[in-house]
Protein backbone atom coordinates (compact mmCIF):
# COMPACT_ATOMS: atom_id res chain seq x y z
CA UNK A 1 0.00 0.00 0.00
CA UNK A 2 0.81 3.39 -0.33
CA UNK A 3 -0.15 6.63 0.90
CA UNK A 4 -1.54 9.36 -2.02
CA UNK A 5 0.05 12.37 -1.98
CA UNK A 6 -2.39 15.68 -3.80
CA UNK A 7 -0.09 14.67 -7.63
CA UNK A 8 -2.05 11.43 -7.32
CA UNK A 9 -5.54 12.78 -7.20
CA UNK A 10 -5.83 11.73 -11.47
CA UNK A 11 -4.15 8.47 -10.85
CA UNK A 12 -7.04 7.63 -7.75
CA UNK A 13 -10.03 9.23 -9.02
CA UNK A 14 -9.72 7.33 -12.68
CA UNK A 15 -9.06 4.10 -10.53
CA UNK A 16 -12.74 4.75 -9.04
CA UNK A 17 -14.22 5.94 -11.62
CA UNK A 18 -13.78 2.93 -13.64
CA UNK A 19 -14.65 0.98 -10.50
CA UNK A 20 -17.73 2.43 -9.16
CA UNK A 21 -18.99 2.68 -13.16
CA UNK A 22 -22.08 0.53 -11.96
CA UNK A 23 -22.19 1.00 -8.57
CA UNK A 24 -26.40 1.53 -7.54
CA UNK A 25 -25.48 4.24 -4.77
CA UNK A 26 -23.03 6.06 -6.79
CA UNK A 27 -25.52 6.42 -9.69
CA UNK A 28 -28.21 7.34 -7.38
CA UNK A 29 -26.84 10.44 -6.89
CA UNK A 30 -25.63 11.62 -10.18
CA UNK A 31 -27.46 13.66 -12.31
CA UNK A 32 -28.71 11.66 -15.63
CA UNK A 33 -28.45 15.16 -17.62
CA UNK A 34 -25.04 15.18 -17.40
CA UNK A 35 -22.28 12.85 -18.90
CA UNK A 36 -21.90 9.64 -16.62
CA UNK A 37 -18.11 9.93 -16.52
CA UNK A 38 -17.57 13.40 -16.28
CA UNK A 39 -20.03 12.89 -13.05
CA UNK A 40 -18.75 10.49 -11.35
CA UNK A 41 -14.85 11.83 -11.53
CA UNK A 42 -16.14 15.04 -10.36
CA UNK A 43 -17.76 12.95 -7.38
CA UNK A 44 -14.31 10.64 -6.75
CA UNK A 45 -12.70 14.22 -7.19
CA UNK A 46 -14.46 15.95 -4.36
CA UNK A 47 -14.10 12.31 -1.97
CA UNK A 48 -10.14 12.67 -2.94
CA UNK A 49 -10.51 16.45 -1.92
CA UNK A 50 -12.16 15.86 1.75
CA UNK A 51 -10.25 12.64 2.51
CA UNK A 52 -7.12 14.09 1.82
CA UNK A 53 -7.94 16.83 4.36
CA UNK A 54 -9.26 14.68 7.02
CA UNK A 55 -8.03 11.54 6.71
CA UNK A 56 -5.91 9.74 4.44
CA UNK A 57 -6.29 7.96 0.53
CA UNK A 58 -4.25 4.72 -0.32
CA UNK A 59 -3.26 2.50 -3.30
CA UNK A 60 -2.03 -0.08 -4.68
CA UNK A 61 1.47 -0.60 -5.35
CA UNK A 62 0.26 -1.65 -9.08
CA UNK A 63 -1.82 1.59 -8.82
CA UNK A 64 -5.03 -0.27 -10.01
CA UNK A 65 -6.60 -0.25 -6.68
CA UNK A 66 -7.34 2.69 -4.04
CA UNK A 67 -8.96 3.54 -0.58
CA UNK A 68 -10.51 6.62 0.78
CA UNK A 69 -11.21 7.39 3.89
CA UNK A 70 -11.81 9.95 6.72
CA UNK A 71 -12.78 11.04 10.10
CA UNK A 72 -15.98 12.67 10.29
CA UNK A 73 -15.39 14.31 13.81
CA UNK A 74 -12.45 16.82 12.07
CA UNK A 75 -14.79 16.85 9.20
CA UNK A 76 -15.17 21.32 9.40
CA UNK A 77 -16.79 23.66 7.33
CA UNK A 78 -14.92 26.30 5.48
CA UNK A 79 -14.61 28.81 2.68
CA UNK A 80 -12.66 25.75 1.48
CA UNK A 81 -15.06 22.67 1.52
CA UNK A 82 -18.01 25.10 0.59
CA UNK A 83 -16.22 26.01 -2.63
CA UNK A 84 -16.16 22.01 -3.21
CA UNK A 85 -19.73 21.54 -2.24
CA UNK A 86 -20.87 23.43 -4.78
CA UNK A 87 -18.87 22.25 -7.38
CA UNK A 88 -19.82 19.24 -6.77
CA UNK A 89 -23.69 20.11 -7.17
CA UNK A 90 -22.93 21.52 -9.99
CA UNK A 91 -20.77 18.85 -11.54
CA UNK A 92 -22.35 15.42 -10.57
CA UNK A 93 -25.70 16.42 -8.76
CA UNK A 94 -27.18 18.97 -10.81
CA UNK A 95 -29.54 21.16 -9.00
CA UNK A 96 -32.66 19.12 -9.63
CA UNK A 97 -31.32 16.70 -7.33
CA UNK A 98 -30.79 18.93 -4.66
CA UNK A 99 -33.83 17.52 -2.31
CA UNK A 100 -33.04 13.31 -3.35
CA UNK A 101 -29.26 13.96 -2.51
CA UNK A 102 -29.87 15.62 1.15
CA UNK A 103 -32.82 13.47 2.05
CA UNK A 104 -30.12 10.83 1.23
CA UNK A 105 -27.34 12.09 3.24
CA UNK A 106 -29.49 13.13 6.37
CA UNK A 107 -31.05 9.68 6.74
CA UNK A 108 -27.18 7.85 5.81
CA UNK A 109 -26.10 10.73 8.88
CA UNK A 110 -28.55 9.92 11.19
CA UNK A 111 -28.24 6.09 11.00
CA UNK A 112 -24.58 6.25 11.72
CA UNK A 113 -24.82 8.98 14.56
CA UNK A 114 -22.44 11.69 16.08
CA UNK A 115 -19.49 9.02 16.86
CA UNK A 116 -15.73 9.16 16.82
CA UNK A 117 -14.84 6.75 14.07
CA UNK A 118 -12.86 5.92 10.50
CA UNK A 119 -15.37 6.47 7.86
CA UNK A 120 -14.24 3.80 4.73
CA UNK A 121 -15.51 6.09 2.19
CA UNK A 122 -14.48 4.20 -0.92
CA UNK A 123 -12.16 0.69 -1.67
CA UNK A 124 -12.01 0.50 -5.66
CA UNK A 125 -10.46 -1.80 -7.97
CA UNK A 126 -10.07 -1.24 -12.15
CA UNK A 127 -12.30 -3.86 -13.52
CA UNK A 128 -9.43 -6.10 -14.54
CA UNK A 129 -7.47 -6.40 -11.20
CA UNK A 130 -10.69 -7.28 -9.40
CA UNK A 131 -10.38 -10.74 -7.82
CA UNK A 132 -6.97 -10.62 -7.18
CA UNK A 133 -7.36 -9.75 -3.20
CA UNK A 134 -6.40 -5.87 -3.66
CA UNK A 135 -9.25 -5.00 -2.21
CA UNK A 136 -8.91 -6.96 0.59
CA UNK A 137 -5.09 -5.66 1.06
CA UNK A 138 -6.19 -2.34 1.04
CA UNK A 139 -9.47 -3.34 3.58
CA UNK A 140 -6.85 -4.34 5.62
CA UNK A 141 -4.80 -1.96 5.67
CA UNK A 142 -7.50 0.91 6.79
CA UNK A 143 -8.25 -1.63 9.72
CA UNK A 144 -4.70 -1.62 10.80
CA UNK A 145 -4.95 2.44 10.58
CA UNK A 146 -8.32 2.24 12.82
CA UNK A 147 -6.68 -0.13 15.19
CA UNK A 148 -3.69 2.40 15.59
CA UNK A 149 -6.43 5.14 16.30
CA UNK A 150 -8.73 2.62 18.48
CA UNK A 151 -11.54 3.50 16.49
CA UNK A 152 -14.80 1.88 15.23
CA UNK A 153 -14.84 1.95 10.96
CA UNK A 154 -18.30 2.52 9.63
CA UNK A 155 -18.99 2.18 5.84
CA UNK A 156 -22.02 1.70 3.28
CA UNK A 157 -22.35 -0.20 0.03
CA UNK A 158 -25.00 -0.86 -2.28
CA UNK A 159 -23.05 -3.72 -3.87
CA UNK A 160 -24.29 -7.40 -2.28
CA UNK A 161 -21.54 -8.82 -3.90
CA UNK A 162 -19.47 -6.54 -1.24
CA UNK A 163 -21.09 -8.12 1.23
CA UNK A 164 -18.87 -10.80 1.79
CA UNK A 165 -15.46 -9.76 1.42
CA UNK A 166 -16.62 -6.73 4.50
CA UNK A 167 -17.81 -10.06 6.43
CA UNK A 168 -14.81 -11.64 6.15
CA UNK A 169 -12.94 -8.53 8.02
CA UNK A 170 -15.61 -8.82 10.79
CA UNK A 171 -18.18 -6.09 9.69
CA UNK A 172 -21.96 -6.57 10.54
CA UNK A 173 -24.68 -5.22 8.83
CA UNK A 174 -26.31 -2.93 11.57
CA UNK A 175 -28.92 -1.22 9.57
CA UNK A 176 -30.31 -1.06 5.83
CA UNK A 177 -32.49 1.04 3.76
CA UNK A 178 -34.50 1.35 0.86
CA UNK A 179 -33.81 4.22 -1.55
CA UNK A 180 -34.90 2.91 -5.45
CA UNK A 181 -31.87 0.39 -3.87
CA UNK A 182 -30.69 -1.09 -1.06
CA UNK A 183 -27.83 0.74 1.18
CA UNK A 184 -25.93 -1.76 3.61
CA UNK A 185 -24.65 0.34 6.96
CA UNK A 186 -21.64 -2.10 8.42
CA UNK A 187 -19.59 -1.70 11.05
CA UNK A 188 -16.25 -2.84 12.75
CA UNK A 189 -15.36 -2.12 16.52
CA UNK A 190 -11.73 -2.28 16.97
Same mark, same amino acid.
Request: net charge positive.
Given at each position: ?? &????? $?????? $???????? !????????? $???? !?????? /??????????????????????? $????????????????????????? @??????????? /????????????? #??????????? #??????? #??? /? #????????? &???? &??? %???????????? @?? @?? /??????????????????? %?????
Amino acid at each position: ML &QASPA $DKKLVV $DILTKAFW !DNLSVNYVI $DPKK !DKGSAI /KALMAYSFDVCMAYGSVFFHEEK $DAAALFYYPQKKRTTLRTIGWDVRL @LFTCFGAGNVG /KITGREKIIHQVK #GKRDMLYLWFV #GVLPSSQ #GKG /K #GSGLVADVL &QVAR &QEG %LPVYLETSMTQN @LP @LY /KRFGFTVYHEHEFSYRLYF %LRKDI
